[in-house]
Each structure stands twice: as structure tokens, then as C-alpha cells.
């Protein structure tokens, strides 16, 4: 089944990106993936890249690189209780700062933000950092993700069973 959305032509104001972004990262942590699912575009794409400044995801190598079935297969693993990496359910808590941005037009805006997330599994705690770069995009049921893009500072060094979505 194929779904459209109407684009609107409105630019998006930097109170609502950050309000958008919040809310993404509150679905995340309280690990209501549906309503995550719901966020993004047909044609969205969701990049965890390995080098730092790879801009031409399809030709390197990605800790992810997700279309919507892709999400959505990830969002399965999560919850079914079949991967390793996920049980047990990690608790996860993201903080976001340092909201800027890139730009706001008829075709989207361009939003860089920094997030430490923190993970709680197995009786360890362990703090990831990353730039973020969302693109969101307004349609008819209200904005959505076009793109989303998480930059690791440490992203050289192996992840290890990340059982939950960055």
C-alpha cells in the first residue's frame, strides 16, 4: 500500500521544529514506536553514519540506514523480544540542545541540534553524544520527518548492542 502526502508550502519556524523534535525524542524514550513510526514520510530516511562527515549515505557504510520498512522492522526486533541487543529493554533518557536552524523554506527546514542520550541496561549506564540534523517537512496532518541523520562524536569506535533507536 502506497501513501501520500500533500507537502505544504510554509516555512517552519525554529519554536516549532524544536517542539517537533522533542516530541520525537519523548517517543523514543518512553517506547511509544508507533506513534514514532507515524512521524516520518513515505520516503524518509533514518542514517546512523560511520565516518563524521559522510554526506553520500548510499555509497558508505552505515550503522543504519532506514526507510520505512526498514524502521519499521527495527521497531519489530525491538519489541518482539527477539533480539539480543534489546533484551532486557533498555531505559533511555535524551536530552537535546544547542537548536539551530540550517534552513526554513517552501521545501522544509533544516534543523541541527546536539543530543546526549543516555542508556540503562544490565545494571550499566552508558552516554552517547551526537550532532543531529533533522529535515522536516509540513504536510496536511501536520510535520513530519524527511530525513534524520545522527552524527556520533564517537562514531570510529564499534557500537555495541544498541537495543534501542539513537
Do not use: H
Not at 516520518?40 to 562527515?53: A, H, K, L, M, Q
Amino acid at each position: 500500500m502506497t501513501t501520500t502526502m500533500t507537502r505544504i508550502d510554509a516555512a517552519i519556524s525554529l519554536e516549532e521544529a524544536m517542539q517537533f523534535a522533542w516530541l520525537e525524542g519523548d517517543l523514543l524514550d518512553s517506547a511509544d514506536y508507533d506513534a514514532w513510526l507515524a512521524l516520518w514520510t513515505p520516503t524518509s530516511r533514518y542514517v546512523v553514519p560511520i565516518e563524521p562527515g559522510a554526506t553520500d549515505f548510499e555509497n558508505t557504510l552505515n550503522y543504519a540506514y532506514d526507510d520505512g520498512m526498514m524502521r519499521a522492522k527495527r521497531v519489530d526486533r525491538l519489541t518482539s523480544g527477539q533480539s539480543v541487543s534489546a533484551s532486557p529493554v533498555p531505559r533511555t533518557v535524551r536530552l537535546l540542545s544547542r537548536f539551530r536552524v540550517l534552513r526554513s523554506d517552501a521545501e522544509g527546514c533544516e534543523l541541527r541540534c546536539a543530543q546526549l542520550l543516555t542508556e540503562f541496561r544490565r545494571e550499566r549506564e552508558r552516554s552517547y553524544a551526537a550532532d543531529i540534523e533533522f529535515l522536516f517537512v509540513r504536510t496536511a496532518d501536520g510535520l513530519r520527518i524527511e530525513r534524520k541523520v545522527i552524527r556520533l562524536i564517537n562514531a570510529t569506535a564499534a557500537l555495541g548492542g544498541i537495543g534501542y533507536i539513537l
